[in-house]
């Protein structure tokens, strides 16, 4: 049996958007995200979130009988912390998320790339003038697909973020949280390259006007230069070259754990959407080296 409300459900959603904050550090979007759910929940409710029973709960997920998978299982989690919240704070006596409907949401596989793209990718850019433009679009791809950087913080990156020789750059992620970056020798040359036209007391090292270089622009540059290139550019995007990142890792023997520090993922369920790739590399293993792989019991 919960308790009565101690407080509104408009206060305590405040209170816990304010702790996910300040000590999670969540981003700006997850935290709308949060609340909007959280308040679309009490008002399907009538302003009865905070003391909802089971017969309630039961009430919210039949109105998202309608929403897709994803969609109920954003809401469910919100509304799990959300009760695990007030739980450990007092605000309820016990925590009724069980009865919420929990639907396994199908988590599409990355689009990636292969090798030979990467490589016709290259190719083009080595057959553009070197000019400054090139210059800097050398840097940028050799950062997304050399280093898996997110395409915001490549674009803000600092313009002393990349040093010679230090091998790894520190930056500020998702939910304002640092990441230690690999910068390889041939993205560390490129950076090189291309910082001899920033100026040194520039703000960023990718400048474009009185800010720094947009995510619009750069999905521009890498389709224009995926055509080029011979390849379709719906096939291509910034992220998909960090899924490529990952993917090559994963195929020349990086762990799961390893993929989760270099990506920057909070969790290491989001990391593994990669392991299609790693449970195919295995299969592919066994089938060639094993004596009793493929037809070789047939031999």
């Known amino acids: 049996m919960t308790a009565a409300a101690p407080i509104s459900d408009q206060r305590a959603i405040a209170l816990f958007i304010d702790m996910l904050a300040a000590e999670q550090g969540a981003a700006r979007n997850t935290l709308l995200a949060y ?12 302003g009865a979130l905070v003391a909802a029973d089971s017969a ?3 009430r919210l997920g039949a109105s998202w009988s309608v929403l897709a998978r994803a969609s109920v299982a954003r809401k469910g989690s919100a509304l799990r912390r959300f009760f695990g919240f007030l739980q450990r704070d007092g605000l309820r006596a016990d925590d009724p998320a069980r009865d919420l409907p929990s639907p396994v949401a199908a988590r599409p ?3 990636t790339m292969d090798g030979g793209d990467i490589a016709r ?13 090139t210059l ?22 600092p313009r002393h973020a990349v040093q010679p020789g230090r091998g790894f750059a520190i930056l500020t992620g998702k939910g304002g949280k640092e ?18 036209n920033v100026p040194k007391d520039a703000r960023y090292l990718f400048p474009s006007g009185a ?23 719906d096939r291509i995007s910034p992220h998909v070259l960090r899924h490529a990142f990952a993917t090559h890792l994963l195929e020349g023997g ?45 031999a």
């Open 179 to 196: 990441r230690l970056v690999p910068i390889g020798s041939r993205a560390a040359a490129a950076v090189e390259a291309h910082a001899v």
């Open 109 to 111: 596989l990355p689009k």
């Open 136 to 157: 800097r679009l050398r840097a940028l791809v050799e950062l997304l697909y050399g280093s898996g950087l997110r395409a915001t913080e490549l674009v803000s990156l």
């Open 35 to 46: 609340e909007r759910d959280l308040r679309g929940a009490s008002e399907t409710l009538g």
């Open 121 to 133: 990718l290259f190719a083009a850019l080595d057959d553009y003038p070197q000019t400054p433009a």
């Open 211 to 233: 800010k720094h270089l947009s995510r619009i622009r750069l999905y521009q540059m890498v389709k224009a230069l995926a055509a080029d290139a011979g390849i379709p550019p």
């Open 254 to 298: 990086a762990d799961l754990r390893a993929l989760q520090i270099l990506l920057g993922h909070a969790d290491i369920a989001t990391t593994q959407i990669y392991t299609h790739v790693q449970t195919k590399h295995l299969v592919d293993l066994v089938t060639s080296k094993h004596p009793l792989g493929d037809d070789k019991s047939e």
């Open 56 to 58: 309630a709960l039961a």
